[in-house]
């Protein structure tokens, strides 16, 4: 069986574009050991079919998993980075944890996760909730937290409450925003509506 080739090997070989005319090479040694030249570009051979598929088939699913992998966390309307509330989650451990526990649950200071907290500063703007850490917290120091540090912190609490991460920073330009998730329920809130 015969089929049209758009270069011969020789040919081919003349060319200066190495990534190509070791692709050629390939597909044409492959080709040849089943008796037949043919151009990778232009028609494939019976044989070349599986291995077209399953490049094909990776091909879909790493573009289908990649985006879902490396932006699943960011949306464009979202409240942080996820690198400012990683940043504010060591600023909390250093700063507010001794207080409202590691995990947020609260000790001697109120729980800043889960229903009470939602309950308290859900559906007023960022700036009523930033303008009492700023001017309250740490208890034993209030007002010492410099503001980035402050914003970094807020954005941990609000990541740890189901608010969705975003491509900017949390900041003062976010103080009109109201805490609210509109559908950004975590699970454990779903289950209990």
């Known amino acids: 069986m015969s089929t049209r080739s758009c270069l011969t090997p020789e040919a081919f070989q003349a060319t200066p574009s ?4 070791d692709l050629h090479a390939h597909a044409s040694a492959s080709s040849a050991a089943a008796g037949n030249i043919d151009c990778p570009f ?6 070349d079919r599986p291995n ?5 088939l990776i091909a ?15 949306t464009p309307n979202g409240w942080y980075t996820p690198a400012q509330a ?4 060591q600023f909390f451990n250093n700063q507010c944890a001794q207080c409202h526990r590691p995990d947020l ?17 859900g559906n007023q703007p960022l700036s009523a909730l930033y303008t009492f850490e700023h001017q309250k917290m740490p208890a034993v120091n209030p007002g010492s937290v410099p503001p980035d540090q ?16 975003g491509s900017a920073e949390l900041g003062a330009s976010d103080g009109n925003r ?3 998730k509109s559908g950004n329920a975590q699970p454990s809130e779903r289950a209990q509506r």
């Open 18 to 21: 190495a990534p190509f005319r």
């Open 42 to 47: 232009t028609r494939r051979t019976r044989s």
């Open 52 to 56: 077209c598929l399953m490049l094909g």
């Open 60 to 74: 879909i699913v790493v573009m289908a998993l990649g985006p879902t992998t490396l932006f699943a966390a960011a």
């Open 86 to 89: 990683t940043r504010g989650h």
């Open 105 to 121: 649950t609260g000790a001697a200071g109120p729980a800043l996760v889960g229903p009470t907290f939602l309950a308290k500063w």
């Open 150 to 165: 402050m914003w970094a912190i807020t954005a941990y609490i609000l990541q740890k409450n189901g608010f969705p991460a």
């Open 178 to 180: 109201v805490l609210a």
